[in-house]
C-alpha cells in the first residue's frame, strides 16, 4: 500500500508541475508582451508567488476531492485514481505542445469523472456535485469577460476623465502596475490550481484508509505547492506566446486590467471552495478589456480555436480516462 501510495504521491505531483508550467504563461503574460518584467524574471518571480499561494487555503482541494465522489465508499479507487492522473497529465502535455492554454482544471474534473464512470459505474459519481464543479467552470470565462470589459470601460473613462492623454506617460505608469497586478495573478493562481493536486492526493490517502476525512496534510501543501513552484520556474513560452501575441496587441492598460480582474474572480471562487480554469478567466479577461480598447482587433479566429479546446477538453478527458482504466485495469490488477 504504501509503494501504491508513493505511485498516486508521483503522479500527482507531475500533474501539479506540469500544471505549473502549463499555466504560468496565464499569470505573466500580459506583464511580458508589454515588457513590464523580463521573462526570467518574470518566471521566478510567479513561480515564488504560486509556491505561496499554494500554501494559503485547502478549501478548493476539499471539493476536487470529495464532490465529484466519495473516496471512502467508492470501488476500485486506486486504478481510477492512477487513470485519473495520467489522463490530466496527458491532455496537459498535448496542448501545451501545440501552445493552446487549455484547462488543466477542466482535464482533472473531466479525468476524474470518466475514471470514476469507467471503475465504479454511474451510481458512483456525484452528478449533483460533479454539475456544480462543471457550471463554475462554464460560468467564470463568461463573468470574467463581463468584468474584464467593466473594469477596463472604467479605467478608461478615469484616464479621459484625468485629461492626461500621454501614451507614453500612461504606458509608463501601467507597466509598474502590472508588477503589482502579475503577482497577484500568480498568488491567486497558485491558491487555486495547486489545491487540484493537493484534492486529488487526499482522494488517494481516503481511499487506501491512511484518513477518513478530506483535510490537506501540511505535507501534502508542502509538496504540492514545491511541485507548482518548481514547475512554475521552468516557464511555458509556447503558451505565452499565444496568450500575449495571438489574441490581442496587449498594452500596460489592458494588462493591468486583465490582471487585476482575473485575480478578483479567482480569489472569489477559492474563498467559494470552487476550482476553476485560471487559463480560461486569464484569456476571458484578455479579450473582454481588449475588447474596450480595440474590438475589431481581437483575433477572433484564435478566440475560437481556444474555445473549442474549452468545450472538447472535458469529454475528451472523461474519455481518455475511462480507456485507460481498462487498460490499467486488464493488465495491471
Given at each position: 500500500?504504501?509503494?501504491?501510495?508513493?505511485?498516486?504521491?508521483?503522479?500527482?505531483?507531475?500533474?501539479?508541475?506540469?500544471?505549473?508550467?502549463?499555466d504560468t504563461a496565464n499569470a505573466i503574460a500580459t506583464s511580458i508582451s508589454t515588457r513590464a518584467l523580463t521573462p526570467r524574471f518574470a518566471v521566478f518571480y510567479a513561480a515564488v508567488l504560486n509556491f505561496v499561494g499554494a500554501l494559503y487555503s485547502s478549501e478548493v482541494a476539499k471539493t476536487v476531492g470529495g464532490k465529484v465522489a466519495n473516496p471512502a465508499t467508492?470501488?476500485?479507487?486506486?486504478?481510477?485514481?492512477?487513470?485519473?492522473?495520467?489522463?490530466?497529465?496527458?491532455?496537459?502535455?498535448?496542448?501545451?505542445?501545440?501552445?493552446?492554454?487549455?484547462?488543466?482544471s477542466h482535464t482533472l474534473i473531466g479525468s476524474l469523472a470518466g475514471g470514476v464512470i469507467a471503475g465504479a459505474g454511474t451510481s458512483s459519481l456525484n452528478w449533483s456535485g460533479f454539475g456544480e464543479i462543471i457550471l463554475i467552470l462554464v460560468l467564470s470565462?463568461?463573468?470574467?469577460?463581463?468584468?474584464?470589459?467593466?473594469?477596463?470601460?472604467?479605467?478608461?473613462?478615469?484616464?479621459?476623465?484625468?485629461g492626461n492623454h500621454s501614451r507614453s506617460k500612461l504606458n509608463r505608469t501601467f507597466r509598474f502596475f502590472q508588477i503589482l497586478s502579475a503577482g497577484l495573478?500568480?498568488?491567486?493562481?497558485?491558491?487555486?490550481?495547486a489545491q487540484k493536486a493537493m484534492g486529488i492526493i487526499v482522494f488517494g490517502l481516503v481511499t487506501l484508509g491512511y484518513q477518513s476525512d478530506m483535510n490537506v496534510p501540511l505535507w501534502v501543501k508542502i509538496c504540492a505547492a514545491t511541485a507548482m513552484g518548481l514547475g512554475t520556474s521552468i516557464g511555458g513560452m509556447r503558451i505565452i506566446k499565444t496568450m500575449s501575441k495571438k489574441l490581442i496587441k496587449i498594452e500596460p492598460i489592458n494588462g493591468f486590467a486583465s490582471d487585476l480582474n482575473s485575480s478578483l474572480v479567482i480569489q472569489i471562487s477559492t474563498h467559494m471552495g470552487m476550482p476553476l480554469s485560471t487559463t480560461h478567466v486569464i484569456s476571458s479577461s484578455i479579450i473582454g478589456t481588449g475588447a474596450v480598447m480595440r474590438f475589431y482587433d481581437v483575433k477572433?479566429?484564435?478566440?475560437?480555436?481556444?474555445?473549442?479546446t474549452w468545450i472538447i477538453t472535458i469529454p475528451i478527458s472523461m474519455l481518455l480516462a475511462f480507456i485507460l482504466y481498462k487498460i490499467i485495469y486488464l493488465f495491471f490488477i
Open positions: 500500500m504504501l509503494t501504491i501510495l508513493f505511485i498516486i504521491v508521483g503522479l500527482a505531483l507531475l500533474f501539479d508541475f506540469i500544471n505549473g508550467f502549463h467508492i470501488d476500485n479507487g486506486v486504478p481510477i485514481i492512477i487513470a485519473t492522473l495520467i489522463s490530466a497529465i496527458l491532455w496537459n502535455l498535448i496542448t501545451w505542445y501545440f501552445g493552446i492554454p487549455s484547462s488543466s470565462p463568461i463573468i470574467a469577460f463581463a468584468t474584464g470589459f467593466i473594469i477596463m470601460w472604467f479605467i478608461r473613462r478615469l484616464i479621459l476623465a484625468s495573478l500568480s498568488f491567486s493562481h497558485g491558491g487555486n490550481d477572433w479566429a484564435t478566440v475560437t480555436k481556444m474555445v473549442m
